[in-house]
């Protein structure tokens, strides 16, 4: 065994860490049993947070070999073996992101991703005879394995398998195995009487995964000839069953870990009516674990789904008052951040915060700051009454703090006083932040405000420049601040002086430096944006940027173009590459809306990623407009 693991020359060969030295090692102590820190070395350098390298598929034979080593855990090499066979190219995944992207760096990377997959691929014989192995662990973790890999020839040894397994989570494993390979031998629908209960739940799933996909080939070969009584029945079981499986389904290789009820959930996607009668019968269990992990279950339905939204509020707010505090903080947490959905719970939330004392980690303090949220005017009392008190907690304070302004007036006496006094760091920067938000009201605080450019310049020129010719009394400190080294403040204070004193060479001057030299480029533009067309001076300097290998620089070029010249006939074809339903893509929507119909170019991208998305909609409503 491992006879030839020093015969590659793993100093030539590259891991998340640089040269892979250290693989041989690490191998050699799965072998020997060595497997808690053997594999925590491995998964971060040979697979590191999911993506692959050149040394991963040279390591992937010897890992194969493991797996007749008697010390070995088989299981958890297995798991191993599978999370190298589905690993991701980094800039793949990362690059729109990261906005760089080194094509012959992604070249080789994805070489590698193929390189691994073929790698574990090869190993199927071992994957197969382990179907027959003594641990029901390794077995069940086999058929996972063989599933990832696309074997579509372990199709007859699974079905065999299922037949005689004696052990529940080996079942169950199988049952997802075959769905998972197109096995279209109705097995799951079958399994949905099972006598162990972790069958019942795996066939469910997997009954209601395959209608899912339904429109697709496959799906479509999964569903031929089930009644849509089999979906029913997949949902009853998942009702009543699901409670009795909270200790065993994380331990299924496809959970990954999951809770029963998170897992099982998951696997209805959009199909929120479903997933909320499931959360609403799991949250009444007598077990406060199964209720817990039921709310912990609970995903915030998107805005487009309204009427799911609107019927989760009340299993929420029944959540409230259970007697497990975790649960109850939960159900608060989720409710603020519904926002104003949320309404109808205002009463209970309040009852909540009323009760109990807001402290860092209690329900009373998430049910305060889903108040503060709905902008409920009992909360800003309450808020007052932390920020006057002799100690402030921070915790709690700097929860809601991002959503105070002009609905609490009593708070911003108590904020205002705080400026100076605040702890330097995230708490004094959310009292900055808030007072800004005031607007008209906080002229007062300026003086305040402008005496901390000292200590938190990148907040205090951010605010200073919300303020606009309220902070003009700031404006010297503002142009002192167009010399910082810091380029986030030297760019917030020409956006400032711009804002505050109408203020446009010397901003200008700043902004030509920084995009000229590279120096912030990206947050350059995006400041220049905001001049409109008092920026067109420095427009001659976008278009050579449209072609960027930065994608941010690219496209906030693109939007900076059109604010400041107008001239859509140039800025929309810059703008197209970007209409993604990634970050930098949401500027890019709202610019072609604001542009209206001279985008009709972007019509096709924005109606193929739209979906539910209000944002999308909206810019297609604008550009079809007459």
């Known amino acids: 065994m491992l006879e030839t693991l020093d015969d590659v020359d793993w100093a030539a060969l590259e891991h998340a860490y640089g040269e892979a030295t250290d693989v041989p090692e690490l191998i050699r102590a799965l072998a020997e049993g060595d497997t808690d820190d053997a594999l925590d070395e491995l998964y971060g350098n040979i697979w590191h947070q999911g993506t692959v390298y050149e040394a991963t598929a040279h390591a992937v034979p010897f890992l194969v070999e493991v797996l007749d080593a008697p010390a070995a855990d088989r299981a958890a090499v297995l798991i191993l073996l599978s999370h190298l066979a589905t690993g991701s190219s980094y800039l793949d995944v990362h690059g729109d992101l990261t906005g760089r992207v080194d094509r012959d760096r992604l070249a080789d990377e994805l070489a590698w991703v193929r390189a691994a997959r073929e790698a574990v691929l090869a190993g199927a014989p071992a994957y197969l005879r382990l179907l027959a192995d003594d641990d029901a662990d390794v077995r069940s973790t086999a058929a996972f394995v063989l599933a990832t890999c696309g074997v579509s020839d372990a199709l007859p040894a699974l079905r065999e398998r299922l037949t005689r397994d004696g052990s529940g989570t080996v079942r169950a494993g199988l049952v997802l195995a075959l769905h998972a390979l197109g096995d279209g031998s109705g097995a799951a629908a079958a399994r949905l009487t099972d006598p162990d209960p972790l069958v019942r739940v795996a066939a469910a799933v997997t009954v209601i995964l395959g209608r899912r996909g339904a429109g697709t080939a496959k799906g479509a070969a999964d569903v031929a000839g089930r009644p849509e009584a089999d979906e029913a029945a997949a949902l009853d079981v998942l009702e009543r069953d699901v409670p009795s499986t909270v200790d065993d389904v994380p331990a299924l290789p496809w959970a990954d870990g999951a809770d ?3 897992w099982t959930t998951g696997a209805l996607g959009d199909r929120w009516a479903d997933r909320i009668r499931l959360v609403d019968a799991w949250t009444r269990h007598p077990d406060a674990e199964v209720r817990r992990i039921a709310a912990y279950a609970i995903v915030r339905p998107p805005e487009a789904h309204r009427p799911a939204v609107d019927a989760l509020v009340p299993v929420l707010q029944r959540l409230l008052a259970d007697e497990d505090e975790r649960t109850r903080g939960w159900a608060a947490q989720l409710l603020a951040d519904l926002g104003a959905p949320a309404a109808p719970a205002a009463d209970v939330l309040w009852d909540l915060v009323s009760r109990e004392r807001p402290t860092e980690g ?8 889903a108040l503060c949220h709905l902008r409920d005017p009992r ?11 002799s100690t402030v907690d921070w915790g709690v304070v700097g ?3 991002p959503f105070l302004g002009p609905w609490a007036p009593r708070c911003l006496a108590p904020l205002t006083s705080l400026i100076g006094t605040a702890p330097t760091g995230n708490a004094r920067i959310g009292v900055i932040d808030a007072v800004g938000r005031y607007g008209a009201d906080a002229a007062h605080a300026v003086q305040a405000i402008r005496e901390q450019l000292p200590v938190q310049p990148h907040i205090v020129t951010q605010v200073l420049g919300d303020l606009g010719p309220l902070a003009v009394d700031a404006l010297p400190d503002l142009r002192d601040a167009l010399r910082y080294d ?3 403040v030297r760019l917030n204070a ?3 002086v711009y804002r505050v004193g109408d203020i446009v060479d010397e901003p200008l001057a700043v902004l030509r430096a920084d995009i000229v030299e590279d120096r912030a480029r990206s947050r350059a533009l995006e400041v220049l944006a905001e001049f409109g067309r008092h920026g067109a001076p420095l427009s001659d300097l976008l278009p050579p940027l449209f072609d960027s290998s930065d994608e941010w620089v690219s496209s906030r070029a693109a939007i900076a173009y059109w604010r400041v010249s107008g001239d859509a006939a140039t800025a929309v074809p810059a703008l197209l590459p970007h209409v993604v339903a990634l970050p930098r893509g949401v500027a890019v929507v709202r610019c072609l809306a604001e542009i209206g119909p001279p985008a009709a170019a972007a019509l096709p991208a924005l109606r193929a990623g739209a979906g539910d998305d209000p944002l999308w909609n909206d810019a297609i409503a604008r550009i079809t407009s007459r």
């Open 399 to 401: 929860s809601v703090l």
């Open 486 to 488: 810091n380029d986030y």
């Open 379 to 389: 909360a800003d009392a309450k808020v007052a009454e932390l920020l006057s008190g």
């Open 260 to 262: 029963a009820a998170a």
């Open 494 to 496: 020409a956006r400032a």
């Open 362 to 369: 209690a329900a009373a303090a998430q049910a305060l700051r």
